[in-house]
T-cell receptor, first 115, second 107 residues
Framework: NAGVTQTPKFQVLKTGQSMTLQCAQD?????MSWYRQDPGMGLRLIHYSVGAGITDQGEVPNGYNVSRSTTEDFPLRLLSAAPSQTSVYFC??????????????FGSGTRLTVV | SQQGEEDPQALSIQEGENATMNCSYKTSINNLQWYRQNSGRGLVHLIL?????REKHSGRLRVTLDTSKKSSSLLITASRAADTASYFCANDYKLSFGAGTTVTVRA
């Protein structure tokens, strides 16, 4: 049981490049979300999904796109990378919105640097 | 704006001492959760307390919730070096996080 798997673990992009951060979970969780973590800012919600085919914006969605074609996968796309998107990105999942009894399961993160 | 705020921002204690940190939130909640993050790692769920609960225990962790004050506290008893980490509270409103409390346990 792998939990939440994020790839890649590290990435360096040039300004203007696009890329997709992958997130996959094998727990059949309906709810998945993406966060970015910057020093002193805690975690900020980018996008979330309450099930396949349903996505919505979080606190800081600009510059990012998501889709949820399957229950297992929730990729995050950077459309045109900017230095302000340098951050650590976390994907999380849970069986039900709000965390249920066991809270959210987080991936190990992707460290992205935009130069 | 973030929905949760932890206090203090940083805490340094001696091994064996207790660590207490607080969390305030702005919206109504169904539950409040606490997570731990070790340096460079993902967040790990510690404990969840529901809005109709006032106190909950799990091992060396004790969480309280005061919905009238929109606040919660996390107590770690008999701290160990392995408790050195950042601790975050999150409410179930889109699972919003505060900036966390960084706890350092000195040997």
């Amino acid at each position: 049981n792998a939990g939440v798997t994020q790839t890649p673990k590290f990435q360096v992009l040039k300004t203007g490049q696009s890329m997709t951060l992958q997130c996959a979970q094998d727990m059949n969780h309906e709810y998945m979300s993406w966060y970015r973590q910057d020093p002193g800012m805690g975690l900020r919600l980018i996008h979330y999904s309450v099930g396949a085919g349903i996505t919505d914006q979080g606190e800081v969605p600009n510059g990012y796109n998501v889709s949820r074609s399957t229950t297992e996968d929730f990729p995050l796309r950077l459309l045109s990378a900017a230095p302000s998107q340098t951050s650590v990105y976390f994907c999380a999942s849970t069986p039900v919105y709000g965390g249920g009894n066991g809270g959210y399961t987080f991936g190990s993160g992707t460290r992205l640097t935009v130069v | 704006s973030q929905q949760g705020e932890e206090d203090p921002q940083a805490l340094s204690i001696q091994e064996g001492e207790n660590a207490t940190m607080n969390c305030s939130y702005k919206t109504s909640i169904n539950n409040l959760q606490w997570y731990r993050q070790n340096s460079g790692r993902g967040l790990v769920h510690l404990i969840l307390i529901r809005s109709n609960e006032r106190e909950k225990h799990s091992g060396r962790l004790r969480v309280t919730l005061d919905t009238s004050k929109k606040s919660s506290s996390l107590l770690i008893t008999a701290s160990r070096a392995a408790d050195t980490a950042s601790y975050f509270c999150a409410n179930d409103y889109k699972l919003s996080f505060g900036a966390g409390t960084t706890v350092t346990v000195r040997a």
